[in-house]
């Protein structure tokens, strides 16, 4: 994990600062530099994790999940009706309880809604990438191969929380949550071994959460300036999450919960035959 994010930092910070030096100023934590910089960290998740499997156990490139295996389409389908399935769930609960109201928006322009809705796409997109080849590749996936994955589960969902404490307005149950959330795509990676259903999750779950809803995406705002709907946030805190948005209440906790009990239970998701023997343990000769 250390070399995969020296990595990142490294060339992020090379190919921004010439950015800078050419006279395009990019606003840190805005749309591009999010965009900019999940792209760039990436390319050498995936370069190094396929290294690392390759030179350290002889396995090929589509072991880390991210190629186009047999049920790499389906897989990718269900992750975007479960992500879409959780968030609706998760904003029924708070809308239930009072905590939430939503009103369509008629201060933006139909043009300035649908550049939302495809731009907030392609950068949550990338970001989504980014965060499940990181936490749910190479890393993960060795210690499963080791008879290790729960152990890898709870140890990635951790450091996946804590790497969102600092955003704006985190507190200590949006890191629960976030935390939750990283079990919650670990289930979802052990149950199809690939990234594409976790990834399809992982977008579809920011995107509707701020293109959509118009609700704060962990803290941020800027990539979703025009969504489709008005969010109205009347509490409590503990329900809704605030400035947080949803990841910050109780709302997400539950669905979250639920959800990942779903996929685990939920007999049409299965793994291809080929990355079940890639991502388990081999027999003791």
Not at 20 to 47: C, D, H, K, Q
Not at 133 to 141: E, M, S, T, V
């Amino acid at each position: 994990m250390a070399a995969l994010l020296i990595a990142g930092s490294v060339i992020g910070g090379v190919v921004i600062g010439t950015i800078y030096a050419a006279g395009f100023p990019i606003e840190p934590g805005g749309s591009a530099f999010i965009a900019i910089n999940a792209i760039l960290t990436l390319i050498p998740t995936l370069l190094i994790g396929w290294l690392c499997g390759k030179y350290l156990e002889g396995l090929p490139f589509r072991a880390l999940g991210a190629w186009f295996t047999r049920l790499w389409f389906s897989h990718f389908v269900f992750g975007w009706l479960f992500g879409a399935i959780t968030i609706c769930a998760a904003v029924l609960i708070a809308v239930g309880f009072g905590g939430l109201r939503f009103a369509l928006n008629t201060t933006a322009d139909t043009t300035s809604i649908l550049r939302t809705t495809l731009l907030s796409l392609m950068i949550f997109a990338v970001a989504a990438a980014f965060e499940e080849a990181l936490f749910r590749g190479y890393i993960l996936q060795t210690f499963a191969r080791s008879g290790l994955a729960w152990f890898a589960i709870i140890m990635t969902s951790i450091f996946f929380g804590l790497v969102h404490f600092g955003n704006p307005n985190a507190g200590y149950i949006s890191t629960a949550n976030t935390m939750l959330a990283g079990i919650w795509f670990g289930v979802a990676y052990m149950k199809t071994r690939d990234l594409w259903f976790v990834w399809s999750m992982h977008l579809v779950w920011n995107w509707m959460q701020g293109a959509v809803f118009g609700i704060e995406v962990s803290g941020l705002t800027d990539i979703t300036k025009a969504p489709l709907f008005v969010e109205t946030d009347t509490g409590p805190l503990w329900l809704t999450g605030g400035d947080y948005g949803i990841e910050g209440g109780i709302a997400c906790t539950v669905a979250l919960a639920v959800s990942t009990l779903g996929i685990w239970f939920l007999p049409l998701l299965r793994a291809d035959e080929e990355m079940v023997e890639l991502t388990s343990p081999k027999p003791l000769l």
